[in-house]
Every structure is written in C-alpha cells, then in structure tokens.
C-alpha cells in the first residue's frame, strides 16, 4: 500500500513539476510569424551575396576547385 | 556543386565530423574507434587516435584549433590536445571530462577551449569545466535520448538547442540550467539540430523523413522541408553562410539542398554509397563535409 502511494505522489510530484514548466513556457513573449519570417528573409538577403555556396566563387579563389594544371615553360 | 575531394582512411562506418575554425582541417571520428584529423586541401590525414570504444559517436574540434574532444559508447566525453612532435603519442595526453550514464551522442565546445557541452543517450545534457572536469550545469528535461546539439552563434549568447528521441527539441538557458522553450511537431526522433546563422531559428532533421524551421521569437514550426519522395529519414542538417541554403544528409545515401525561404528542394547531390551520418558547412561558407557509412568524407563546392 505504502508503495502505491508513493508512486502516485511521485506522479504528483511529476505532473506538477511538468504544468510548471508549461506555465514558464507559455509566458514567453511571442512575435508574429509575418514579422519573425520577414527577419529571416532580410538575413537572407543581406548575406546573400557573401555567400560561396549559394553565389559561386571562382574557381581561382575556391582552395578545393581544381586550378588549371601549372605549365612548365 | 559536385564532389571536390574524398577522404579515405577510416575502417569503417563515419559518424560525425567538426571542421576547424581554421576552415581548413577536419576531426571525423568512425565505428571502428579511430579518430581522424585531415587537412581537407590536401586529404592528407595530420593526426589519428584510437578510442578505447567503437561507435565514436561524437567529436568536435577545439576554437584554437589545439584540440579535439570525442565520446560514444564509452560514456565519456575525452579531450585530446593536438600537437606537432614528431612522435606524437596523443592517446597518452587524453583527458577524461565528462561522465554520462549512457552513450555520449553529442559534444561541443563553447566559444572557448575551456567548457564542453554533451548530450547522451541518459537523456540529459550537460556543461563541462575542461580543465577539472568537474560538472558545472546539467540540463534535464527529454524524455529520452537526446541525440543532438548546436550552440547558439556567439552574439545571441547562452543558449543552445537539443533534439532527442522523445521527438522534442528544447532551446536551453547556459547558465540556469531551464528550457526555455521546447518544439513537438516532428513525428519521429530528431538527429540533428541546427541553429540559422542569425541565431533567431533553428532547423531539425528527424527520422520522419522532414527537416523543419522553428522561429525562436515567434515560438513556432515555420516551415517544413519534405517530399511525398523522400521517405528515409534525415540524418544531419546545416545553412549555408546565409542562411538561404539547407543541406540536409538522409539515410538513402542522398544529400537534398533546400531553399530554406521557399521550402523547395532545389539540388539532390548524388555519391555517397550508405548513409549519410553527417555534415556540416565549412566556417567560411565555401564547402561543406559529409560523412557516410561508406567509409568516408566527401568535400563538395
């Protein structure tokens, strides 16, 4: 008996500890996605253009693009 | 975009690599114990360790380049400093930071070479001083294995994100030890997290076979990345310098690129011949890494 009321007070305990954690989670301050996913578009945009994988860099610049072989003369 | 360069070396299946702040070096560590650093422009390998367990699950390399960490079945997460004498024995100057009651899945270093973030299969993370060893924050709060983690990029501070087997990731405060915020929506275990550059949202690649964008400041899923096609599960995922890019490695040895904005897939690269494990861009943006089950590391750009 005295095993079953401990488990179901560890259940109790469990359950609070849990609304607890949805209480702090749910008092977070939220923005609206237009403007959340506004911002990341604007990241986007201004990184962009420093952005080797999406821009492409030379070839002469990029260490792992193979260069032309070198010609002795 | 296409294979530049393939590292072979290990006997066995790659499960994670790290590049070097210096964008040039490589740790990657394998199942068969071995610990590999490469230096990626020529794929000569510079340093080799033998871990004392297999299924080295997890490596990571140092901000000053000076050393490496690794773990896995072990339970442990050891540091290793890397030096250049001629002899070197690196297994004699290992050290022994972290201690999980089960498999390390994931490790980190933090801005500094001085703390060690790890995630295990016991369910919690963790915060480690290097130098003592000792523990200096736990983090419980998944149902489960957590399997991943990513430090927030340096200007949004003490943070990080974790994803587990209980499908959750959790957003963590460093220094108190409390999620923050946690996101449910995948519908199987999530093995890998990434922050976007700016800091403000992250991307998870789950075994449901979809990558998904969470907001941070909305709280909120914003966008999925998957297709009626891709039936096998995502494995590892990372941005591009911009963040525009999505490069995610799955288990039918593919790697999909995803326009993160426009959540289309606008690349499937082709040659890895088993799963891909993992995969990460390099610091400067100008290649990325992808570790297989096939044994070895491919460089694409």
Same mark, same amino acid.
């Given at each position: 008996?005295?095993?079953?009321?401990?488990?179901?007070?560890?259940?109790?305990?469990?359950?609070?500890?849990?609304?607890?954690?949805?209480?702090?989670?749910?008092?977070?301050?939220?923005?609206?996605?237009?403007?959340?996913?506004?911002?990341?578009?604007?990241?986007?945009?201004?990184?962009?253009?420093?952005?080797?994988?999406?821009?492409?860099?030379?070839?002469?610049?990029?260490?792992?693009?193979?260069?032309?072989?070198?010609?002795?003369? | 975009?296409?294979?530049?360069?393939?590292?072979?070396?290990?006997?066995?299946?790659?499960?994670?690599?790290?590049?070097?702040?210096?964008?040039?070096?490589?740790?990657?560590?394998?199942?068969?114990?071995?610990?590999?650093?490469?230096?990626?422009?020529?794929?000569?390998?510079?340093?080799?360790?033998?871990?004392?367990?297999?299924?080295?699950?997890?490596?990571? %390399?140092? =901000? #000053? @380049?000076? *050393?490496? $960490?690794?773990?896995?079945? &072990?339970?442990? +997460?050891?540091? !290793?400093? /890397?030096?250049?004498?001629?002899?070197?024995?690196?297994?004699?100057?290992?050290?022994?930071?972290?201690?999980?009651?089960?498999?390390?899945?994931?490790?980190?270093?933090?801005?500094?070479?001085?703390?060690?973030?790890?995630?295990?299969?016991?369910?919690?993370?963790?915060?480690?001083?290097?130098?003592?060893?000792?523990?200096?924050?736990?983090?419980?709060?998944?149902?489960?294995?957590?399997?991943?983690?990513?430090?927030?990029?340096?200007?949004?501070?003490?943070?990080?994100?974790?994803?587990?087997?209980?499908?959750?990731?959790?957003?963590?405060?460093?220094?108190?030890?409390?999620?923050?915020?946690?996101?449910?929506?995948?519908?199987?275990?999530?093995?890998?997290?990434? %922050?976007? =550059? #700016? @800091?403000? *949202?992250? $991307?998870?690649?789950?075994? &449901?076979?979809? +990558?998904?964008? !969470?907001? /941070?400041?909305?709280?909120?899923?914003?966008?999925?990345?998957?297709?009626?096609?891709?039936?096998?599960?995502?494995?590892?995922?990372?941005?591009?310098?911009?963040?525009?890019?999505?490069?995610?490695?799955?288990?039918?040895?593919?790697?999909?690129?995803?326009?993160?904005?426009?959540?289309?897939?606008?690349?499937?690269?082709?040659?890895?011949?088993?799963?891909?494990?993992?995969?990460?861009?390099?610091?400067?943006?100008?290649?990325?890494?992808?570790?297989?089950?096939?044994?070895?590391?491919?460089?694409?750009?």
């Amino acid at each position: 008996m005295s095993g079953k009321t401990a488990t179901t007070s560890n259940n109790i305990a469990q359950a609070r500890r849990t609304v607890q954690q949805l209480r702090i989670e749910a008092s977070i301050e939220r923005i609206k996605v237009s403007k959340a996913s506004a911002d990341l578009m604007l990241y986007c945009e201004e990184h962009a253009k420093k952005d080797p994988l999406l821009m492409g860099i030379p070839a002469s610049e990029n260490p792992f693009k193979d260069k032309k072989t070198c010609i002795l003369l | 975009m296409k294979t530049r360069r393939t590292l072979k070396g290990h006997g066995n299946k790659v499960l994670c690599m790290d590049w070097c702040k210096d964008k040039r070096r490589i740790v990657s560590s394998s199942q068969d114990g071995k610990v590999i650093v490469w230096d990626s422009f020529t794929t000569n390998k510079e340093h080799a360790v033998t871990m004392p367990c297999t299924w080295v699950m997890a490596c990571a %390399y140092a =901000p #000053s @380049g000076c *050393a490496i $960490a690794c773990g896995g079945l &072990d339970n442990k +997460c050891s540091v !290793y400093p /890397l030096t250049f004498e001629k002899n070197e024995n690196m297994a004699a100057k290992k050290k022994s930071v972290a201690m999980h009651t089960n498999y390390l899945s994931a490790c980190s270093f933090t801005n500094s070479d001085m703390q060690i973030l790890t995630a295990s299969g016991d369910g919690t993370c963790a915060l480690w001083d290097v130098e003592s060893g000792q523990l200096l924050q736990s983090f419980h709060g998944h149902g489960a294995d957590v399997l991943c983690l990513d430090l927030a990029p340096s200007e949004t501070g003490n943070t990080f994100v974790s994803g587990g087997c209980d499908k959750k990731a959790m957003v963590w405060d460093m220094r108190s030890g409390q999620c923050v915020q946690s996101f449910e929506t995948h519908d199987s275990d999530i093995n890998s997290v990434r %922050y976007y =550059p #700016s @800091g403000d *949202a992250f $991307a998870s690649g789950s075994d &449901d076979a979809t +990558c998904r964008l !969470y907001d /941070l400041r909305a709280d909120r899923e914003v966008a999925i990345y998957s297709k009626e096609s891709i039936i096998f599960g995502a494995s590892s995922v990372d941005f591009s310098l911009s963040g525009r890019l999505l490069f995610a490695g799955y288990n039918d040895y593919t790697i999909n690129v995803w326009d993160v904005l426009k959540g289309s897939r606008v690349s499937i690269l082709f040659g890895h011949e088993n799963r891909v494990s993992t995969l990460r861009v390099s610091p400067d943006g100008t290649a990325f890494c992808s570790g297989s089950w096939d044994h070895t590391l491919r460089i694409w750009a």
